[in-house]
């Protein structure tokens, strides 16, 4: 590629003076002409029957236009990845989340108020929270519609002959480790506005992080509301905040357009933030059975695992989890035997979804702890272990994932430096050290038929760049590591590109800001998408400067020739001298990126990403014997990042994925009583503040990845993959008490304590 | 029933009618159609509503529109220069990569400028201080502390 000058450099991200000036134009921030408010009722049950629905007074208030409830969803209309979940309920209800009416008004307090003067029956039943309790032969359905409260999709993964391994190996480590549910708390909440034109074409305006897949929900959705032939358009505000959030579409945006559709008006709806905690979807709980076993020199015979997750009343895309929770369980570090299953469990709790790194966190969290079980058990320094078992480039693992890329070994190795490892293990002083590892897809994830993302290139007469794009900006940076690889392939500057990134019109498809795949994917898109309007454009300018296309080079937006630099014309000219003459033309390119990667086979064999990233994180840490707190002295994150196109870019990811993983590890839970959860406000639910953050290095490690772009492989979700486990193993280094369900708190320390002093007493 | 009040918003007097239960975000945000300020929560808990009345950082959501009177206020609309120019935090902000979405920025920007204004080189400790009840989640905080000390005497 040669000397690179834009691509590698640290430079700002180009959305930030919008967003810092205040001039960033949320969902929150937007209006259409005419405009409605909508609010959405919930059950007051976790589960009930309704028996009666009175919505007169509501509708007789004044301002209010339109009341809708269950019996107003056309065709039975159901959404969600096994199209489970009406967007307004009635019959029953199956959780506190549940929405079983909605107003619009012509402001929001009307509407509120509307909403107290519903009038709603219910016949309570009785409720199962417990997944364990949902599984036994004869409960009670959740579903009355489904057989079993254990969904219809059975993830499995077979490999080698784990019976055998256990018989051959020399240590064996078992245990059962459990997760709790954890909220992304994006601090823009969630909200859309749904608006007609008056041939019933839908516009939706949303904070959405898959454009292309809303488009199609909504369009399946118009169909089964009775508008055929219709066009849907997406146009996404400035988001504040994914994380995995806004990865599928929810019932508040079914709601907005068919309020809108009633109304003949445009209709909003905003998330509270008491409703962005109850009613979006959080990380799985989960229950993880696991045993792992090693031969007399620390080499690893076999994994098995056993998962159930807690699918809550219906099912998003977010039941899918087990699929990538898979990538550890089948290929960190090299496993000769696995063996893994995992039921996904109705019950009446909230449903979940996607949050970073897509169920590789629970999986991690069980694997890297029972490593260093393991290690104990065979008597081995928890490095050595890892270190033993290291991935390495060139390796094709149990699930048939070809590893072309690979620097964990780095990364294990910078933590080690880094944290003094040495010095610090084994002393069970007080203090302790620990560590663990990860891969994640680093290349993409195909998990939908498509994992490709479009770009268009046009560049407009005064030598301007446009780029169109399908990816997202969600606050990761998209729009300024496109801008990079486009400026650097062009020889333009930044600031001669303008990203369009937030219109279904407009833009190509692409599945979404999903996967850790946006620098990898919308970025070889967006190179291809380079290099052919580079060729148009070398092409003209070879004919108009008398000079073999070869000889020609284009620096800050003026093409020159190697061989005589006085050679030389603008950008802009050459296109001017293109467009402006007889059957001139406007330059335009495109390119559609689909990389190379398998959907899983019926045994979930295939090389679901291209590259695969690597990670390793460690921490010291002080453990308070008398209050179990636990202080965080120094946390090193290692990525293997395989070329880091903007490393200011890239340590945020991971400094923001560290604090995310730091806060599920040790503080993090959305407590749900009986179905209603007790702490929907950032006053109970404690995500880290700018006191919580510990000495924390990001280390970026370069593995060049050769399918990736300039060398890049993905880092949006790796930071918070591998930090609950490190962060487990040092409690367990300072003073011998493993914490095997998260978050870890003081309390659970102490009493493990206490346990572990009658023990020995 | 409405009041009339009269302050400094942005250097710049206004002479209004409130209603007495409005917030001074919803004001802001509603009336004056002035969005830089974000709600986050509504009840004091996130920070994205920051403003500066006479040199405090104040949750606005939770600010009652009357105790504006005779005061002097400053949202992230004021911060910019005449001549388009950012606020020196600002522009850390923006070289220091301190911002991602973006949605707790405007608050983050003034809760710290309000530090800054009082206090030429705040401690590390002071800095956090300022900042603990402004929620982030993309950043991790790190980047938002460096641009912060950037401005205050450099690291």
């Not at chain 1, 795949?517 to 092409?539: H, P, W, Y």
Request: hydrophobic share 40%; with cysteine.
């Amino acid at each position: 590629m040669g000397d690179l000058k834009i691509v590698g450099q640290r430079i700002p991200k180009k959305d930030a003076p919008l967003k810092a000036t205040g001039d960033a134009i949320y969902i929150q921030d937007m209006k259409v002409p005419g405009m409605l408010y909508g609010k959405i009722l919930y059950s007051k049950y976790p589960h009930a029957r309704i028996v009666k629905i009175d919505t007169g007074r509501a509708e007789a208030l004044p301002g209010v236009k339109v009341v809708l409830t269950g019996a107003d969803v056309p065709n039975n209309f159901k959404f969600g990845f096994l199209k489970d979940n009406p967007p307004l309920k009635s019959g029953k209800v199956l959780s506190t989340r549940d929405e079983i009416a909605a107003v619009a008004a012509i402001s929001e307090e009307i509407a509120e108020e509307a909403l107290d003067l519903i009038e709603v029956e219910y016949e309570e039943l009785t409720g199962i929270f417990d997944p364990l309790e949902a599984m036994k032969e004869g409960s009670a359905l959740i579903h009355d519609e489904f057989k079993s409260n254990v969904l219809k999709m059975p993830w499995k993964f077979v490999h080698g002959d784990v019976e055998a391994a256990k018989k051959e190996s020399a240590f064996i480590a078992e245990d059962t480790f459990s997760t709790q549910w954890v909220t992304h708390c994006c601090l823009g909440t969630s909200g859309c506005i749904a608006s007609f034109d008056a041939s019933n074409n839908l516009t939706v305006y949303s904070n959405t992080q898959i454009p292309s897949l809303a488009q199609n929900d909504f369009l399946e959705a118009l169909k089964a509301f009775g508008l055929k032939k219709k066009r849907v358009r997406v146009i996404q505000a400035v988001i504040g905040g994914g994380f995995g959030s806004k990865l599928d579409t929810y019932a508040y945006e079914y709601i907005a357009i068919l309020l809108a559709m009633k109304a003949r008006k445009p209709v909003k709806i905003v998330f509270s933030r008491e409703e962005e905690f109850f009613a979006t979807s959080p990380r799985q709980c989960t229950i993880t059975k696991i045993s792992q076993g090693c031969d007399k020199d620390g080499r690893l015979t076999f994994r098995e695992m056993e998962m159930v997750l807690d699918n809550g009343a219906y099912t998003s895309w977010g039941a899918t989890t087990p699929s990538v929770m898979m990538v550890p369980i089948s290929s960190l570090y090299k496993v000769p035997n696995i063996k893994y299953t995992a039921k996904c469990v109705y019950t009446n709790n909230t449903y979940c979804q996607a949050f970073r790194g897509y169920g590789n966190p629970q999986a991690t969290f069980a694997i890297e702890s029972c490593l260093d079980q393991l290690a104990e058990k065979a008597g081995i320094d928890p490095l050595e272990i890892r270190r033993i078992n290291v991935n390495e480039s060139g390796e094709v693992t149990p699930q048939n994932f070809r590893i072309t890329s690979c620097g964990m070994k780095d990364c294990i190795e910078e933590v080690v430096k880094r944290l003094g490892w040495k010095d610090k293990i084994g002393k069970h002083n007080g203090r302790g050290v620990g560590m663990a590892s990860l891969i994640h897809v680093g290349g993409a994830a195909r998990v939908y038929k498509s994992d490709g993302c479009g770009t268009i290139i046009k560049v407009d007469d005064n030598g301007k760049v446009d780029v169109i794009t399908g990816s997202s900006e969600i606050g990761q940076g998209s729009e300024t590591i496109i801008s990079q690889i486009v400026a650097e392939v062009l020889g333009v500057s930044m600031d001669d590109i303008n990203v369009i990134n937030n219109d279904t019109d407009v833009c190509p498809w692409d599945v979404g800001a999903h996967a850790s795949r946006t620098t990898f994917v919308a970025g070889n898109s967006a190179l291809g998408a380079a290099k052919k309007i580079k060729d148009q454009i070398m092409e003209i300018a070879a004919k108009n400067l008398g000079e073999p296309v070869e000889a020609l080079e284009m620096m800050d937006g003026v093409i020159f020739s190697r061989n005589d630099k006085e050679k030389n014309i603008p950008l802009g000219k050459v296109l001017r001298k293109v467009h402006y003459t007889l059957g001139g033309r406007m330059l335009v390119a495109e390119h559609f990126y689909d990389p190379p990667n398998e959907n899983f086979d019926q045994t979930f064999r295939g090389n679901l990403s291209v590259a695969y990233a690597y990670g390793a994180h460690g921490v010291e840490v002080e453990v308070d014997k008398e209050t179990g707190q636990v202080k965080i002295l120094n946390y090193i994150a290692a990525h293997d990042v395989g070329k880091a196109i903007n490393p200011l870019l890239l340590e945020g990811q991971i400094y923001g994925g560290g604090l995310q993983g730091i806060g599920y590890a040790l503080g993090e839970r959305m407590i749900y009583d009986k179905g209603y959860l007790k702490n929907g406000n950032f006053l109970d639910y404690k995500m880290p503040t700018a006191r919580d953050i510990p000495p924390v290095q990001a280390v970026i490690v370069e593995s060049d990845e050769h399918a990736g772009p300039f060398g890049a492989k993905g880092i949006g979700e790796p930071g918070l993959v591998p930090t609950a486990p490190a962060i487990a193993n040092a409690i367990y280094d300072a003073v011998g008490v493993r914490i095997k369900d998260l978050p870890i708190t003081p309390e659970k320390i102490l009493k493990a304590l206490k346990e572990k002093a009658n023990e020995k007493g | 029933m409405k009041k009339e009040i009269t302050f400094t918003l942005n250097n710049e007097k206004v002479v209004v009618e409130v209603d007495p239960k409005w917030t001074l975000l919803y004001f802001l945000r509603n009336i004056m159609e002035m969005t830089g300020t974000k709600e986050g929560c509504g009840y004091g808990e996130c920070g994205a509503c920051t403003v500066i009345v006479d040199g405090q950082a104040i949750n606005s959501c939770i600010y009652p529109v009357l105790e504006a009177e005779g005061r002097k206020i400053v949202t992230i609309e004021g911060l910019m220069a005449k001549n388009g120019e950012l606020d020196p935090l600002q522009k850390a902000f923006v070289d220091e990569g301190a911002v991602q979405c973006g949605f707790c920025i405007p608050g983050m920007i003034m809760s710290s400028k309000a530090l800054l204004d009082e206090k030429e080189k705040p401690t590390e400790d002071e800095i956090k201080e300022s900042i603990e009840g402004n929620l982030c989640r993309c950043t991790g905080y790190v980047k938002i502390i460096d641009a912060i000390k950037s401005v205050a005497g450099g690291r």
